[in-house]
């Protein structure tokens, strides 16, 4: 019994130990740390093989084009705002300066109709009485030739009437002619002085009081001036009225001429140097300068014209000052014309919109009043219609001949 006891014992002490044994290692491999995990490799799917077949796409409603995107487009890309080019302008060709009032000689119909017609209709009468001399007269000083000149006329033709007794109409339109063409004064020199200098272009300054179309005039003489063969700059020294340079600009650029302006309410004087100035370095043969507009009333202005004058002359002399009167203020425009003449030295006259005036006399009023001969004359609102005076087509438009 002892020893079945014994060996009881002993098995159950062998199976404990070994028990023992199995759970210490298995809370020794607990304790261990994990071993490091492998990365993980992702694999591209499978391609199919030949002869698989692909997996049946599913059912879309048909899109229109305008539904369907480009390939990468994300969005509409944002409309570009197209800038205009700006059109350039297209350099005219102007038509000859010289014979242009013998084209334009119709344009004086109503001076025709006033001043020539009316006194060949009063010289043809049967009786040349004081009353109808006196009607002559009146038809002369309504047409502003003047009271001195009319005076003159008025006495040549009675004593060169009685004379010669005449009463055919085509022996008085010839007396008549001949005395207005005196009165004209054919022999004053009506020449631009549009030569250049050695070391200076020539210098024309344009003046006149405000609405006498002084800025049309200078552009249409820069056309008169490429007509004859010059290279002209102009110079947009009016700067007191707006718009005035744009306005000089667009007639310079249809000519292909430079323009020099200046800031709005810019000194007139610092323009003209510097339009001088531009002459001289670009090699331009004449340069034509469009003063501000000035009231004769304003003495200020106009010594600021003087000014104008005397800083152009620090580069070379002025060629000519040319006095821009309107022919339809008549008498009012001789005032203007005096007080100009004051202030510069004016060499010649333009006289504008002589085509829509009865009084084709104030050429002569305006000569007899400053000395200085009218040499260009405005005959219509067509760019080449500013017309080199002649005296012979200017009375013989007058009287029909």
Do not use: C, Y
């Not at 290692?25 to 199919?48: D, F, G, M, V």
């Not at 001088?276 to 004769?296: P, Q």
């Not at 006095?323 to 005032?335: C, E, F, P, S």
Request: proline fraction near 7%.
């Amino acid at each position: 019994m002892e020893i079945v006891i014994l060996v009881v014992v002993i098995a159950l002490v062998v199976v404990l130990g070994a028990g023992g044994l199995v759970i210490g290692s298995r809370r020794r491999k607990q304790q261990l740390p994990p071993p490091p995990s492998s990365p993980t490799i992702t694999r591209p799917p499978a391609e199919p093989h030949v002869g698989e077949e692909a997996e049946t796409p599913k059912e879309e409603s048909p899109r229109t084009i305008e539904e369907v995107g480009l390939p990468g487009a994300t969005a509409a890309p944002e409309a570009v705002e197209e800038v205009p080019v700006p059109e350039q302008p297209v350099i005219e060709q102007p038509e000859p300066a010289a014979g242009r009032l013998v084209r334009l000689r119709s344009r004086l119909s109503r001076s025709q109709n006033s001043l020539g017609k009316g006194l060949l209709t009063l010289l043809s009468r049967e009786r040349l009485d004081e009353d109808t001399w006196e009607e002559v007269e009146e038809t002369l000083l309504t047409a502003d030739v003047g009271v001195t000149p009319t005076q003159e006329l008025v006495d040549r033709l009675r004593t060169r009437v009685r004379v010669l007794g005449t009463r055919h109409p085509e022996e008085l339109r010839q007396l008549l002619r001949e005395e207005l063409l005196t009165l004209v004064d054919p022999t004053l020199d009506r020449a631009l002085k549009t030569d250049s200098h050695e070391e200076s272009p020539a210098v024309l300054l344009v003046v006149g009081v405000n609405g006498t179309g002084k800025t049309t005039t200078t552009g249409k003489l820069a056309r008169v001036l490429v007509a004859e063969g010059h290279s002209v700059l102009l110079g947009a020294a009016d700067t007191f009225r707006a718009a005035a340079a744009d306005q000089l600009q667009t007639w310079g650029e249809r000519v292909g001429a430079r323009t020099v302006r200046g800031p709005e309410g810019g000194d007139p004087a610092s323009i003209a140097f510097d339009a001088v100035k531009e002459g001289i370095a670009t090699g331009a043969d004449t340069v034509l300068i469009d003063t501000a507009g000035r009231l004769h009333t304003k003495t200020g202005l106009m010594d600021e014209l003087g000014k104008v004058k005397r800083v152009v002359e620090k580069h070379g002399p002025v060629d000519e000052v040319l006095l821009v009167l309107d022919a339809t203020t008549g008498q009012n425009g001789l005032v203007q014309a005096r007080v100009f003449a004051e202030v510069v030295d004016i060499t010649g006259i333009v006289l504008t919109k002589l085509d829509g005036t009865a009084k084709g006399g104030i050429v002569v009023a305006v000569q007899r009043e400053l000395g200085v001969p009218v040499k260009l004359i405005g005959l219509g609102e067509g760019a080449d219609d500013l017309a080199p005076f002649e005296p012979e087509a200017f009375v013989d438009a007058l009287i029909g001949g």
